[in-house]
């Protein structure tokens, strides 16, 4: 299943963040995910949660209507966000772990401990058309009950790694970067497709971008973030260069 090609997801959940913050419609997460992808972003991912403190309903209606790249529809494993994907059928849904008092989405989701709800929550989803991800720390347990209950797709988070690396504990790094490369490898011989992503940045994607199982790495904050000083598309055309040159799309 490995990949010559190494997509790039950019989440825009942190546009609406900013709208959020001050009401209105303004900056709009529909532009931001139309410039994203004319800047080379090959999906989109939007992470609808609960208590809506960035993404709303409506800008999962509009992001379908107004997007031409596939929209990894990021959720909680709920009864109201199951309805939502249901009806708006996107090609993506990713499963997440949420707990309200969060700033962000802390660690992977706990498929083991829940598999017998999961494979019939999941189900659905899958008839509707829906690629079905699980976003999981690099655990070869997670990753096997991801595999039996019918997921297609991975997510292994890789967030303790770019937490160390920012900390300069390049030991830790390593040591989860090498969890992370382990991971990806069962994954991938268990034929769930692999993606990566949680506090990436210029430094820490190659890093991901290097291991040869991984086929997409999602980013939001962090190339949210450079835009307010170099713009969105610099950003993106930035990321998307040391992806390359990690791995070359013309192979691995």
Known sequence: MTSRFLRLGVNIDHVATIRNARGGDAPSPVRAAQIAQEAGADGITAHLRE??????????????????????????????????????????????????????????????????????????????????????????????????????????????????????????????????????????GLGLEVHAGHGLDFETAPMAAAIPEVVELNIGHFLIGEAIFSGLPEAIARMRAVMNTARPAAGV
């Open 51 to 188: 208590d809506r403190r960035h993404i709303r309903d409506e800008d999962i209606a509009a992001l379908l209507e107004n997007i031409a790249v596939p929209l990894n529809f990021e959720m909680a494993a709920t009864d109201e966000m199951h309805a939502i994907a249901l009806r708006h059928k996107p090609h993506a849904v990713c499963l997440v772990p949420e707990r309200r008092e969060e700033r962000t989405t802390e660690g992977g989701l706990g498929v083991v401990q829940d598999q017998n709800r999961l494979a019939a929550f999941i189900a659905p989803l899958k008839e509707t058309g829906s690629r079905v991800s699980m976003f999981i720390e690099a655990d070869p347990k997670q990753i096997e009950a991801s595999a039996k209950i019918g997921a297609a797709v991975v997510e292994l988070h890789t967030g303790a790694m770019c937490e160390a690396h920012l900390q300069g504990d390049f030991a830790a790094r390593d040591q989860h970067l090498a969890r992370i490369t382990e991971g990806a490898r069962i994954a991938d």
